[in-house]
């Protein structure tokens, strides 16, 4: 018998055949995780298949089996393979998300310093010296151990020459699995209880002989072995104690897996689902349709939820994911960030108590391991957690939610394979028959214009629901004030959206209103202070100081040859001047000292953070309780959490924030939602910064008014024309989609055409330049190869908007063609260097 093994090493996509040992015949079956031969190491691999002849005259054997049952099934291969051609990634990459971190290892090199020194007479550079003393001072190291100790640095050249010159040896290795399953001490009674008498006498009267009795009377009751903690708690034993009795043959010590929990700390309560509102219901009944009877398989496509912000999709979600049960299968609930949805988190795992396992980053490996092991062993039927939740290894998987699946964060862009949590969901449920619920107020115009080409089942939800009443209720009444109802609260339970309100910060500047905040802005913040209700305070953090405008006339500096915004940068070389590029095409100019449209002075870069924002608030009402919700003030494990909860028990007035406040808060106290200016992203060059921009405008403006309070926006701009402004300000979804898709259709970008972004970084400003001009020359010839030259495009080479990230240079080139893939099937890419690395990304949410 031989094996099919794809082969977890980096840049090879590979399968091979290996042959099985007579000690492993009949215990490897597909999906097993075994470890290889390959090249000069050993390296892991996952079964593909098991085959009676193999593709070579020679194979080599498999060495070990690592873990004892499969650790993925065959349909979610299918899903692997059809990932590994939809991202150009190789099919190991793909098949190693369905294993927890730990278990998913890849070959590496040992480096150790020889015995004797040899002689010579060629001085040490420098980089060769730091790692002689650095495996001098910790012994031998792994490849990715001295990359830790030497982040960002090219060490591996002078590695290298230190193992030709003898001071060196290498060995290939592969790293044992980090983790393990966790096992626990069991006690039981080893004799019959009236036995067990007998031993009264033995145990003698001393106080241990007291303690020892009690051990053997709590274990009469209990007819299974029980964890030791529980003998110690009722009995005030000790390890000793148990072990006396062991050894007199009382009891009987065994050891038994457990599984970690990491719900075992957190704090929920289990609640009664809610009668459905009838918007809620009619919705419920198409999408029960869609899911089918139990046993029936997905027919493959998705469901769309556009429901807008606060109109109940969730509790929809917790009712398919309840049927989903029932009918005996598993389901996924994906959230955009764990640690910035703790309501939603909560919501799942009080509705279903016992049964949700909850992946996410501040995870141990073992914790993470342990729920991996429940959900395949199908103890926990639910996961919620980021876009790698999806790759949780259930037994019988029946359904993936993806709630606000707009959000960016559903993509992997910084590792292998690059993906998107939506495409990658559309292929698993044609892999595997995989029911598919993707939930948004904001759908991207991408994908809606994909569901009405394919005609999938399409579900809105126009109204807000009426919530928070007692809530509400009780705290107006503590701080002994009356609610104005903003709506009838009679009968119909629906919630008018919040009136937004769009100020043309020229018009206050003409004024003579200098500050960061329009009067009205400040007239609403002062009525909240003094009513006792909160507000939030918006600032786009992506793009702050990069692009220079006008405060007369709101003129942004744009490309003189395309168009597209410039952005601000320091000029390299000695004089450091303050220069403006075009990240689309190359262009560079002057900084100017007047602006090109009206000739004002007033032209520079727009800066402000929160910080800033909070000392004016601060300054204007000294009262007020204001609270910093940023990178800066997250930096800490569990910061989120502390933040929202204080903000929610109404410990702050004023909560100052950046994108953290789009992801579906529900505030009932919250009525004036600021956006200081909206401007910000609009300007970012990138074709999806309108779309981008009318998202985080209307999921921000959500967050106002969803209780019996009602409430208000206030969006500051100096571009109140534009219109992902005017759309959001009116809460237009589909005024916007027709413009955002007539843009589109225009330039020739997604829906009507796909991207392909190749990325080259380097160390050298130079080389990951030059890498980028070759690629796109290569790239060329397969268009005029494949005969594509009609409808296929390159943009670029040219440096990327975050032209240098972890101290390297970053340069882009840009496929744009109807079926890119048709262009690049079977093509080699270049494979990574000592100086420059390379990326590819299928289409990507962001040319940044
Ligand atoms: P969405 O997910 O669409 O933003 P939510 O599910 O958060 O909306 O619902 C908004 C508010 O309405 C929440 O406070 C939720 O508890 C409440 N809610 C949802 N469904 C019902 C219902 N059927 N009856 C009463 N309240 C509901
Ligand atoms: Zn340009
Ligand atoms: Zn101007």
Redesign the pocket.
Known sequence: MFVQVAVNVPHVSGVFDYHLPPELAGRVSTGCLVSVPFGKQTVQGIVLGLVEQAQVMETKPVYALLDDEPVINESRIRFGQMLSEATLSPLAACLALFLPPGLSQQADTLFRLVETQPETQQALSPRQNQILSLLKERGPLRGRQIDAAFPRRNWKDAARKLVKAGWLTLQPVLPAPSVHPKKARMVQLAVPPEEAEVFRDRLGKSEAGKRRWRVVEFLEKEPWPVLVSWVYAASGANSTDLERLAEAGLITLTETEVWRDPLEQMEWAPFE?????PD?ESVWGSIQEFLGKAGERADGAPLLLH???????????LRAIEKTIADGKQAVFLVPEIALTP??VR?VLGRFPGKVGLVHSGLSPGERYDTWRRMRAGVLPVVVGPRSAMFSPFPNLGLIIL?EFHDDSYYQGDAQPGYHAVDAALLYSRAAGVRVIL?S?TPPVSILYRARLEKWPILS?PN?????RQVVEHQMKRLGREITPAADSGET?VLPLPPVRVIDMREELKDGNRSIFSRLLKQGLADVVASGQQAILFLNRRGRATYVFCRDCGYVARCARCDSPLTLHMEPGENRNEILVCHTCNYSRKVPGTCPQCGSLHIRQYGSGTEKVESEVQAMFPEARTLRWDAETTRQKGAHEIILSHFVNHRADILIGTQMLAK?L?L?LVTLVGVVLADVGLNFPDYRAPERTFQLLTQVA?RAG?SPLGGQVIIQTFQPEAYPIQAASKHDYYGFYGLELEKRREIGYPPFSRLVRFETRSLQASAGEEAAKKLAERISFWIDQGGFQESAGLIGPAPCFFQRVNAQYRWQVVLRAPDPLAILKGKDFPADTEKVAYRVEVSPPDLL
């Open positions: 689902p809610p009668p459905l509102t809620q429901g807008v912000t606060g109109s109940g999709k969730t509790e929809l979600y309501q939603t919501r709630d939930g107020a939800l807000r629901i009426l919530a928070h339970a579906g529900d009932p959500g969803r």
